[in-house]
């Protein structure tokens, strides 16, 4: 569904990405993972179009969207829920959720999108009407979540969604996330807690100075004292990646 083909990104002279090459397949949650300042943030509003790519291809579909002006990206079906949350405190609940479907193809949709994300995030169905500053910090990430799912993605794009939440509400999180995947959503998921990213994606590549240095499944990847040690942050045995979510 997506591909990207030697992708530079510069922030001035200063390169972020470096020859970056990777696909995404239809219906596949795909991690990237790596240390801070490895560009996963950059990789991922490159794609969503916050970012222009210096050099490289983009194709979504077949389609080049490298030089697209940055709101078509949202139209041509990519939707991101950007690190650190970012809802419109003053807002309501419901407003933040409507703000996603703005797009005649989403708007005509609206209820039944607005169904699907009360039935994945049960805890909004009460605080609709609720200023979203007033929610905690887990409850802001699933309005974040349920933004994007309204405009009714064909690709939905994840920033470190465990950022700054406690683990349980980290669990109910990546709960919803394997549920949205196992719906048939394809995902690119950039995210610093390994374990779990491990345990939910289907391939994953490790990011490192804006380069892909590994890529494969987990337990591929987990199977490689070397990667283990140098990028995933584990000495141990590889870990058993969970099946069925239980």
Known sequence: MLRLTD?????????????????????ELLGVVGPNGAGKSTLINTIAGLL?????????????????????????????VPEGRRVFATMSVLENLEIGSLLPRSRAQRSGSLEHALA????????????AASLSGGQQQMVAIARALMSRPKLLLLDEPSLGLSPLVVQDLFTAIRRISAEGMTMLLVEQNVPTTMQIAQRVCVLEEGRIVAEGTPQALMSSAEIRRAYLGADSAPAQRTVNGD
């Open 7 to 27: 992708l530079e990104v510069a922030y001035g002279a200063a390169p972020a990405l470096r020859g970056v090459s990777l696909e995404v397949h239809r219906g």
């Open 52 to 80: 222009r790519a210096r050099g490289g291809t983009m194709a979504f579909e077949g389609r080049d969207v490298t030089r697209l002006p940055p709101h078509r990206y949202n139209a041509e079906g990519i939707a991101i």
């Open 120 to 131: 994945l995030f049960p805890a909004l169905a009460g605080k609709l009407k609720a200023a």
